[in-house]
């Protein structure tokens, strides 16, 4: 049989599980015994330094950007390693030129909406 795949969309409504972030993990970790949820912490917060401090030593080839960005973010991230993870990420975005809305969805919190129970 020869059929064309299925599309992205085709697949996400056929298969929603797919694409929940709990699913994925879950799964990944029975594959491979990982649990990539905290390996993938563990690496943001040790990688994220090591990528702060570069564009930290590269003061004068900084784009524009970047180094608004640099210096907006280095006050806060003393000392605090989530911080750096999300700086770090923050920096690479900027200087890959990727927008905002590829990696993080954006969320109106000024909207009124119900509390959710501790479940």
Request: proline share 5%; aromatic share 10%.
């Amino acid at each position: 049989d020869t059929s064309p795949p299925p599309s992205i969309s085709d697949l996400q409504e056929q298969w929603p599980v797919l694409f929940t972030k709990l699913w994925l993990c879950d799964y990944f970790n029975t594959l491979t015994g990982i649990v990539i949820d905290s390996c993938l912490t563990q690496a943001l917060l040790n990688k994220g330094k090591r990528i702060v401090n570069f564009f930290k030593s590269q003061k004068t080839k900084l784009r524009r950007e970047i180094q608004c960005l640099k210096n907006e973010i280095d006050g806060y991230i003393r000392g605090n390693d989530d911080l750096t993870a999300t700086a770090a990420i923050l920096l690479l975005m900027t200087h890959f030129k990727e927008k905002d809305e590829s990696l993080f969805l954006l969320e109106d919190n000024t909207r009124s909406r119900p509390l959710q129970p501790w479940s």
